[in-house]
Nanobody, 125 residues
Framework: QVQLVESGGGLVQAGGSLRLSCAASGRTFNIGALAWFRQAPGKEREFVAGILWSAPTTRSYGDSVRGRFTISRDTAGKTMYLQMNSLNPEDTAAYFC?????????????????WGQGTQVTVSA
């Protein structure tokens, strides 16, 4: 089993930046890919970005964040990051990191079996 813990959320003004972290522990050798999802109240969980665990230059992004957000992984450790720039109020949501065993990028929440508890990001106008 893989455990995931997110951190770094908070309140920021529009146009600002935040960096989220996701620390992985447990059976991390089982991780094939990681991803960030977000969920705003009353909305479905949305894919934000994904990365391969063993090939961190292989990444994908959701259309709404491409060019503003960057996903990365600390190859010396077991931490994934999401650098978020040019934030706007539509980015307000709970952000979750997720892991899957299959070594392939996934964009659906159903593709991932391990989840963190989430961290709240609030962007004020």
């Amino acid at each position: 089993q893989v455990q995931l813990v997110e951190s770094g959320g908070g309140l920021v003004q529009a146009g600002g930046s935040l960096r989220l972290s996701c620390a992985a522990s447990g059976r991390t050798f089982n991780i094939g890919a990681l991803a960030w999802f977000r969920q705003a109240p009353g909305k479905e969980r949305e894919f934000v970005a994904g990365i391969l665990w063993s090939a961190p230059t292989t990444r994908s992004y959701g259309d709404s964040v491409r060019g503003r957000f960057t996903i990365s992984r600390d190859t010396a450790g077991k931490t994934m990051y999401l650098q978020m720039n040019s934030l706007n109020p539509e980015d307000t949501a709970a952000y979750f990191c997720a892991a899957r065993r299959l070594r392939a990028l996934g964009r659906s929440a159903a593709d991932f079996g391990s989840w963190g508890q989430g961290t709240q990001v609030t962007v004020s106008a």
